[in-house]
């Protein structure tokens, strides 16, 4: 039987700051020009905001430009950042550093980006904006030219062998005039449209980070709303890329949290461990001792930088924030960014409503040229420069910073982190401490504070291209790396009439997309569940 289809001018995948940035600029140039256009706008997560995780300190830059009055509307931005502090952390010890100026978060907010989404959402729906939470993109709809006319959201109701059961419901068919792809860091849709355009033609490889984050309850002696403290150091050694944060919010809330970059070489390295290794550093143990953990979560992120941005636009549409990588690696920052990105995109998506408009879409000049692309050509060179190790990166970032100003003749590169994975035999075992319970703790006890649930009856959304690959090459050349970088616990090996198979614990996915990136054979395709499923993020 036929999809039911409902039509849009625009289309937009992903409710995060990207996505509903682009739909509130396009209705309020609609609404600037009188005309009636239609906005629509899927999410994948129970609602708005609940898979959204990030630090957060938040540059309100493209905010006022978007909604200038967003203080008077009541925006959940309510801790101004006070202090800044860099510190290198060995062992036992820390040592304050000079802040970096792009570090110096003056006139920023201390935020839950999740709370500020769903609160865009509610300017977004003030506005006549619709937007349908719990409905995954699950396919690319496209034209007889090869032309994108839209999404096909995921049927409802299939079971593990991939029969309707009872609850069975068909999928919609949304086309649009322009399609914008906004789900964030590796969306599977936006990997889809990069391959069969071929967005990457002359860019960089992207190259990401994951980034882990707890939220705590801390003891009010120890809180002062507005203090940022970044780290770098213990635990990784000088080979891994990584830091730390700990942010004081309000009502006694601290937000800390580790980057790690996935371009690592151990295999039998374990970002979630090296995380709850982290808080046990006397530096952090202090705030966090007495305190109580309320949330948990992690999240892959873009680190490539302009270097690593593709092209933006396709027939059809564009990609937006995160799904092409606008993240300013040195500032740690890529809301403020994927939010402008959208704006000029829909900018752009609008002038194509004219119909007298006889230019293709097309947004990337227009990113160049604005704050954004300046912003980050000036940092290009910081990231990939610690492809080298910490010091040289550390080295040439303050070169880079205070000398060149960003304006080096030259361009380093980025290459893919699936690549970068030595063998077991090469590299040492990393003993982890065993978590206490109280300030470091489990994979699966941390899965349960982030609210993630999954229908388990339905398919498996982690598909392997080759079943044999995850036994015969990554436990056999690389001691199944995938049971550690994976931060919920998804995979492990377990034995079956005594031989080795790789159980995938689906259910437990926070759909972190680490394993879509990190597999050193790229035999591991994320796909988007049953819409609603995932971690329910409060406050993230």
Known sequence: MAREEMNYDLLIVGAGPAGLASAIRFKQLARDHHIDLSVAVIEKGS?????????????????????????????????????????????????????????????????????????????????????????????????????????????????????????????????????????????????????????????????????????????????????????????????????????????????????????????HLSPFDEFQRYKTHPSIRHYLEGGRRISYGARALNEGGYQSIPKLSFLGGALVGCAAGFMNVPKIKGSNTAMKSGMIAAEAAFAQMNPTCATPFDYEEAIKSSWVGQELKKVRNIRPSFQKGLYFGILYSALDTYILRGKAPWTFNHHEDHKTLKKAEDCSKIEYPKPDGKISFDKLSSVFISNTNHAENQPCHLKLKNKNTPIDVNLKLYDAPEQRYCPAGVYEIVQEEGLPHLHINAQNCIHCKTCDIKDPMQNIQWVTPEGGGGPNYPNM
């Open 47 to 267: 609602e708005v905001g609940a898979h959204i995780l990030s630090g957060a300190v938040f540059e309100p830059h493209a905010l006022t430009e978007l909604l200038p009055d967003w203080k008077k509307l009541g925006a959940p931005l309510n801790t101004e950042a006070k202090e800044d502090h860099f510190l290198f952390l060995t062992e036992n010890k820390s040592f304050k550093l000079p802040t970096p100026p792009q570090m110096h978060n003056k006139g920023n907010y201390i935020i839950s980006l999740g709370n500020l989404c769903r609160w865009l959402g509610v300017q977004a729906e003030s506005m006549g904006i619709e937007i349908y939470p719990g409905f995954t993109g699950s396919k690319m709809l496209y034209n007889d030219e090869g032309q994108v006319i839209g999404v096909g959201t995921g049927d409802m109701g299939i079971d593990k062998e991939g029969q309707k059961t009872a609850q069975f419901t068909d999928g919609v068919n949304l086309l649009a005039r322009h399609t914008l792809l906004a789900e964030g860091c590796r969306g599977s849709l936006s990997e889809e449209i990069i391959a069969k355009f071929d967005l990457r033609k002359d860019r960089d490889p992207q190259t990401y980070g994951i980034g882990f984050k707890e939220l705590w309850e801390i003891d009010p002696a120890k809180h002062s709303p507005g203090k940022v403290v970044h780290s770098i150091g213990w635990p990784l050694d000088r080979h891994t890329y990584g830091g730390s944060f700990l942010y004081h919010l309000e009502n006694n809330q601290v937000a800390l949290g580790f980057v790690i970059g996935l371009d690592y070489q151990n295999p």
